[in-house]
């Protein structure tokens, strides 16, 4: 269920008018997604019938928005394959449908891969560095709503909810990310827009092909080690109904690594932080999916993703960080 706000017909048509994309012919709600209201809709020009899909956004303001938008319509001219918002014919990208801010992107082709080969992974790391040298000059900035200073507001919320193991585990790691993003090492980390929940179900795949990354309302400035990071803890890790579920998969998160490192090689400092980085990944998706669990927002979701999933990945994540780190303690002849 994602249609939270009911958009008449008569008034969808008249903003795809308006947007210059012709009579619209159809319009469905869509059941996936948790966040906002979607449709695809259906529109006739000049008898060619094209899709697209119409966003009314239940949770991000007015002042949010440009910057996704922008985002998106600036990545698109860069040659990314992400969805581009519809413009009016005064330029404006962000409409208004039913009182609320709205939307009209492009319907990508192909499916969610949400059992990815290597293969997949090879596409989705490479797009992933070209993204993020296509986001350089990109002029807005807005910082990634869902950082550190928001883990540091939410774990005080949802601890109540935790046993006293999982509360351990939470503020340790909060402290430990504290002393992490103190450092002038991953202080300096190249940085630009990210978008920060390039999870498998926001990326679209036709077979091996790559169609598009889309869903980018968690976007924001970030680390670019960051956004790598939650992409690999998604595509990399075994998932549900494999017995590993959140252990780490080495051939996957090889190809990913390789391949986004064949467009865009890593720093030193970014090769060294990316064991933090994966934790830091882990622990921002547990705290949302622990949130969203516990105080779920009125009506909003049907179905919360599990919390344990992550939990499972931070502890995974962690116990890597510790076996590098004394791998390379007795590297260097310092004893483990
Ligand atoms: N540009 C797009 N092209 C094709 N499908 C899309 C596009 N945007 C959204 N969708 C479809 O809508 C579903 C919900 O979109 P999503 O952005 O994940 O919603 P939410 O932000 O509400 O969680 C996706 O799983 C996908 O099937
Ligand atoms: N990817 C996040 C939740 C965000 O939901 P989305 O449908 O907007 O991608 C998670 O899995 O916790």
Redesign the pocket.
């Known amino acids: 269920m994602?249609v939270y706000t009911e958009v008449p017909q008569d008034e969808a048509a008249a903003l795809l008018r308006e947007l210059q994309l012709g009579e619209l012919t159809a319009l469905r709600g869509?059941h996936?997604?948790?966040?906002?209201t979607?449709y695809f809709a259906t529109t006739v020009l000049d008898g060619i019938e094209t899709e697209h899909?119409l966003t009314v956004f239940e949770r991000l303001g007015f002042e949010q928005l440009p910057y996704y938008l922008r985002l998106m319509k600036h990545l698109a001219l860069k040659g990314i394959p992400v969805?581009e918002p519809a413009a009016n014919a005064k330029g404006e990208i962000l409409h208004r449908l039913q009182g609320k801010p709205a939307a009209v992107?492009?319907?990508?082709a192909g499916h969610?891969e949400l059992r990815p080969s290597v293969v997949h992974c090879e596409a989705v790391g490479a797009m992933l560095a070209r993204m993020h040298l296509a986001g350089q000059d990109f002029a807005m900035q807005q910082p990634n709503l869902r950082g550190l200073p928001w883990w540091n507001e939410t774990v005080p919320v949802v601890l109540p909810y935790l046993n006293e193991e999982q509360a351990a585990l939470i503020r340790s790691e909060l402290a430990y990310q504290n002393h992490v993003a103190a450092q002038p090492a991953f202080k300096a980390l190249p940085q630009g827009p990210v978008h920060a929940d390039l999870f498998r179900?926001?990326v679209?795949f036709d077979g091996d092909r790559l169609c598009g990354f889309?869903?980018f309302?968690f976007a924001g400035n970030d680390s670019w080690l960051f956004d790598l990071a939650v992409t690999l803890n998604d595509w990399c890790i075994f998932h549900g109904d494999e017995a590993a579920d959140g252990l780490h998969d080495e051939r996957r998160a090889h190809a990913m690594l390789a391949a986004y490192q064949s467009v865009r090689p890593l720093t030193a400092a970014e090769r060294q932080l990316l064991p933090a980085m994966l934790r830091a990944g882990a622990l921002r998706f547990w705290l949302s999916r622990l949130w969203d669990w516990h105080l779920p927002r009125e009506a909003a979701m049907l179905k919360p993703h599990d919390p344990g999933h992550f939990e499972r990945v931070l502890h995974e994540r962690v116990h890597q960080a510790r076996a590098l780190a004394e791998s390379l303690r007795g590297a260097s002849g310092v004893p483990a």
């Open positions: 994602a869509i996936g997604g948790i966040e906002n979607n899909v969805p992107v492009n319907k990508l969610s179900d926001n679209m889309f869903d309302y």
